[in-house]
């Protein structure tokens, strides 16, 4: 990491440290104290298993994913670096660990990085209208989705902006060749060797999108989506029991999902603060109090997720270092980008 960034992360930490000190000194640290040490440590446990649960599920999705295009693709492979990855989003600003994905899997499936950048684009994508279902299918059992109007316009714009991604993703894909002779015309006003790499990208970037061309396996990872955010959902709710027995199941359930939704943007370090900050203003505004016990859950869930990312990732980086590919990619496979 070089100076600046190493400056710009402390910067942001040290916002995310003011931000839940602030928070904190209103509700009272004793309080908040008081309340994780009475948790039940039975709905830590599920809490945590729900954390883990989600990698395990998620590096599956990644798999049927990326086998449209990237047939050398593992399972153990995705899982672990995706494994990773998350552990780098849970301690860095801005998802980082996405970056790291990209780079990590384009040279154990044998694909270019256009390619493994497409994968995860679609998996993004597949996120949001995942938990927007979710959180529908919540609104409509517990009706309480009105007390939450302010709340949705935010929801709204995440969804619009995945729904507008994937639809041009679609374009792109379906009409790959119109798609690389705009892309050629737009290169052609670069200098030549940047015009070279932006085409090349781009047939890369294609590539990488194929899954959805084959509606069968779009399905799957479609379907599989739900499942993987459950899991967040189960982890989130499970640390919430744990400190009191508030709000019924699918209005906790349809709260938590939408704070994965505020989730979607991490600026500070780990999200230090802002997901503290996030957690209480959406479980407050589904009646979930008082403002002490709300924090608490907010930090336990925040430790125990962390916690649990971390130590997949480690088990993810020790599968790595144990199965290294036999030969550098670039002598079984070009990589494009």
């Not at 508030?246 to 500070?268: D, E, G, K, R, V």
């Not at 230090?272 to 608490?296: D, I, K, M, N, R």
Request: aromatic share 8%; proline share 5%.
């Amino acid at each position: 990491m070089s100076r600046r960034r190493l400056i710009q992360a402390t910067v942001l930490l040290g916002i995310g440290v003011l931000i839940l000190y602030g928070l904190l000194r209103t509700v009272h640290p004793d309080r908040v104290a008081t309340a994780i040490r009475g948790a039940n440590p039975s709905w830590i446990a599920i809490g945590m298993a729900g954390y883990l649960a989600f990698i395990v599920i998620r590096g599956w999705r990644w798999l049927v994913i990326l086998r449209a295009s990237a047939p050398a693709a593992a399972l153990g492979d995705a899982t672990a670096v995706t494994a990773i990855g998350f552990a780098l989003n849970a301690v860095s600003p801005f998802k980082l660990g996405e970056l790291l994905r990209i780079g990590a899997i384009a040279p154990r499936a044998r694909i270019g990085v256009g390619e493994a950048t497409a994968t995860v684009v679609v998996e993004r994508v597949l996120d949001v209208l995942a938990l927007l279902l979710i959180a529908v299918a919540a609104a409509a059992v517990s009706g309480a989705g009105s007390n939450s109007f302010g709340l949705w316009g935010g929801v709204a714009v995440v969804s619009l902006a995945s729904l507008a991604i994937g639809a041009l993703a679609f374009l792109m894909v379906s009409y790959p060749q119109r798609t690389l002779a705009v892309i050629d015309r737009i290169a052609t006003r670069l200098p030549a060797r940047v015009a070279a790499f932006v085409d090349r990208f781009a047939a890369s970037v294609l590539k990488g999108f194929a899954s959805l061309r084959s509606p069968r396996r779009l399905a799957t990872a479609a379907l599989l989506s739900v499942p993987v955010w459950l899991c967040i959902d189960v982890g989130l709710m499970a640390v919430f029991r744990a400190l009191t027995p508030q709000l019924a199941f699918p209005t906790l359930l349809l709260a938590c999902t939408i704070f994965i939704l505020s989730q979607a943007i991490s600026i500070t370090p780990g999200s230090v603060g802002t997901y503290e900050g996030f957690f209480l203003l959406v479980l407050s505004t589904f009646g979930a109090g008082p403002a002490a016990l709300v924090t608490a859950a907010a930090v336990l869930s925040h430790v125990g997720n962390i916690a649990a990312l971390l130590l997949a990732g480690a088990v993810g980086a020790l599968w790595l270092r144990v199965t290294r590919p036999a030969l550098p990619v670039g002598l079984e496979r070009p990589v494009p980008s």
